[in-house]
Every structure is written in C-alpha cells, then in structure tokens.
DNA sequence: CGCCGTATTGAGCGCTCTCAAGCTAGGTGG
DNA sequence: CCACCTAGCTTGAGAGCGCTCAATACGGCG
C-alpha cells in the first residue's frame, strides 16, 4: 500500500491526473492516502503484462521505468517504447483487445492501474475529460521513432535529447541517469549494443556528453541538437 | 459535388461511417446525395494540409491516396504514412493544435471534410460513439513503423503485405496498383529510391512477385511473408 | 519526334554489423 | 580482506549491405 506523500507527488505530475484529481477526488486521494485506482509495485525485470495477455487496463506510472517490447526472430527484443514517471502506458492494446507488446520494468516501479471498464464508464459520466483523453491518445501518435534516422549518431543524439525532456519536466538541469542498458537503446534504436557503446564513447571524447557508466551530462548541448537535426 | 453512388460506396468501409451512417443520417445521407460532411476533390500533388497550418479538421478518403510527409534536411522528405480509401488523415495534429506533417494527394482524391468541433459535438450527443472513436486512435498506435526492420529486403516485403491488405481489403486477389513512387516508398522505408528499385528488381526475378512498373502480382505468398520475418 | 520525369542498373565507398577479446563494477564466499 | 565470478560495457578487426554518383532505359505527352 503506498504511502500519502508518494500518491500526491507522482498523481501531480500524471498525465491523467484530471480524471482523477477533480472535484471531491482528489481530497479522498490526499486524505486517505491512496489513490481512486490501485497502486502495483514491480521489481526490476518483472512483467507488468504479457504479449496476448487479456487487456483490461491502462497503467499510470507513478515511480520507475517500463520498457515494451515484441519478441524477435533471432531471441532478440524489438523495444518500442520506454516510459516513465507520470506517463501511461497501454493505449495500443486497446484496439486489439489483447496486448501486442509485452511490459516490464527496468527499475523497480509503482504503477497505478486504471481498469478500462471503469476508465469508460468515468468518461460518460465526465463527458469534458474525453477531449483531454483524445488529447492523451493524438500525442502519442507523435511520439517519433528514433528509426527515422539513417545514421547511428543522430538516433543517440535525438534519443539522449529525448530522455533528458522526459526524466527532468520541470527541470532545466543537463544531467541524468540512463535507467536502461545499452543493449536495450540499441534494441530501441535499431542498432546493436556495440554501435550504441561506441557512439556514446565518440560523444563522451568529444566533449559533447560526459559519460560515466549511466550518469549522462549534457555539455555542448547545441552540438547535440546538430548531430540530431542530421 | 460528389454524386449519389460514389458517398454511398465510399461511405460503407469508411473507419467513422458509424459518426455518419447511424440512425436517420444515412437515409439523409443517401437519399440527397451528398454525405453529412463537405466534400472536397484534390488532384495529384496537390496539398490537403501543410505543415504548422492550424488543425481543423480530419479527413476521410473516398476516394483515391494521401501521404503525410515531414520535410527533411537535404530538401528530402521524410514520409510518415500513406492513407487509402476509407481511412482516416489527421488525428496527429489534433494534440499539437496544428499540422506536424503536410499531407498531399498522391492521386486524384475525393475526401470528407470533418471539421473537429462539429465532430466533439457529435461525440457529446453520441456517447456510444467515443468507445468507437478511442479504439480508431488505438488503432493508429499500432500501425507499425516498417523502420523497425533492419534490412531493405525485410521493409519492402513488409510494405508489399501491408498495401495488400489495405488496398484490397474485401478481396482475396494477389494483384494491385502501387500508387506512389518508388522516391516516395524509399522515402518511408528509409531507403534510397535505388535500393527500392534494386529489391524490388530482385523479388521480380526470384519469381517471388510479378512487377510491371506500377503494377504489382505476388506470386509466392509465403516466401514474401518469410521475407518479412527475417 | 524530342523532351522530361521516373525507373533501372552498375561500380566503389563508408557505416554498421558480426565476431571476438578485454575491461569494469558489484556480488559472493572463503 | 581478497580471490573469484558474472553481467554489462568497451574496444578492435574484418565483412556485408545500402548509399553515392553516374549512365542508361523507358513511357507519357506535347
């Protein structure tokens, strides 16, 4: 059962906070110590759901890191998404009824489940909150892939510019910690974990990154949105 | 003014036709000739919408190809998707407020105007419908980025499979029209227009399909499929 | 017929992958 | 405390695929 303090912080910052946080919601939310949905704690490398598992509910990310992934042919996993504290995770099963990709955490986590009968039956009742639903689900259609990128460089540089505008919203600090491995940027970015090693090792000697194991600092951020840009 | 027959068969496997058709708007709709929304006719190459134009609207296709496009760098362009008869262009821009991609015709086209107010109306007085509309956005998430696979040979019989379904999607024939330039399909699989021709060249000649310039026979499905897959 | 945009085909180069060998940090047990 | 182990990361050398640059072929249209 997570605590008072955890709840209000992370349910500030998600990104369906105005479903749950209106009206008389949001004093039993901060009253009574847990939030209108269910909290769910997962370790590092535990699945919050399965390829064709039954879909049943969104996930709002409260604390941690997720990865979705779909198998591939040669035991490799293709990554298609990261996530993390404040972001939902799930809209793409919605349509298929069962989950195309498979969820796991990469850090230890606490998710707060939304069941998407209930989530339904709240937008009837709450008509005003489908816009910013609709909203939700528009900005996720542009969420790039870094794919789109022919060469190595400019994935990692988008990629690194990425993570640093979704691990510090409010921030404006130049410095972060890679929750995931090289193996799965490079999953995710459609190059091996050897490249990605490299590339980051070329942006750490060229000062344009300071690189220490997964502490990332952002020197020459200019030059970064160059190589980016292409 | 689109006629009577051309609404009416177009209408019947558009993605919103339960917005339109529902109750006693599909007799309107099929007795005056002209469908709820406005019509609009646009001729090869010419724009739907450009980048940073204020969102509006979405589309429906009646008739004939769109694609989405980002300009890149070099004066190229990046292609984000291409859009067939029945589907819907647009639901990207509606989070932003204004266009992220230009949309132009790659074919003569006939589409519906669905201006997004009118359309938030709708879904006020139909609340049955915004289940119908969420599971379409859903859908839009999954449409896979062919970027994911790593060689040419892989996103072009990927490419091949997806038209099939989409431009032939009552039908069981093998054969179709490829509506858009071999630059435009280099362009959204992330290859040059050479390398496209080259594969393409060489699964003609692997007897695996029959190429006659734009038109395109799969002769050996499943070796395609196992193409696909890597 | 001649023009022009599109498609095809060829030759050589460069980037990323593959395969392989160290390296580092953290954990375990003696 | 240290020796050892393991997983993840780094770095190197060689090979293959797709890109670049370029020439040629094809088709539609005035």
Known sequence: ????????????????????????????????GHSLFKSKTLKRR????????????????????????????????LIRGFYF???????????????VFSAVAIDDCVVCEIPYDEFLEMLR????LQKHLITLMSQQLNVGSYLKF????????????????????ADDA??????????????YLGLTAETTSRVLSRLHKNQIIKLNRKK???LQMDSLKHLADG
Chains 1, 2 share one sequence.
């Open 85 to 99: 504290t404040g972001e939902i995770v799930g809209y793409e099963a919605i349509h298929p009824g069962e989950h």
């Open 150 to 169: 022919t060469t190595a460089e400019q994935r990692v540089a988008a990629f690194l510019l990425d993570l640093l505008n979704r691990l510090n919203p």
């Open 216 to 218: 990332v600092t952002i």
């Open 125 to 128: 009742e709450r008509p005003e």
């Open 46 to 77: 535990e699945a919050l759901y399965l390829l064709k598992n039954k879909f049943q509910s969104l996930y709002a990310i409260q604390k941690g890191a997720l990865k979705t992934y779909q198998a591939e042919s040669a035991g490799k996993e």
């Open 1 to 32: 059962m997570p605590n008072h303090r955890l709840n209000y912080e992370s349910c500030t910052i998600c990104n369906l906070a105005p479903f749950c946080m209106g009206d008389e919601i949001i004093s039993e939310c901060s009253t009574n």
């Open 174 to 187: 130049l410095e972060f910690i890679l929750p995931m491995s090289r193996q799965d940027i490079g999953n």
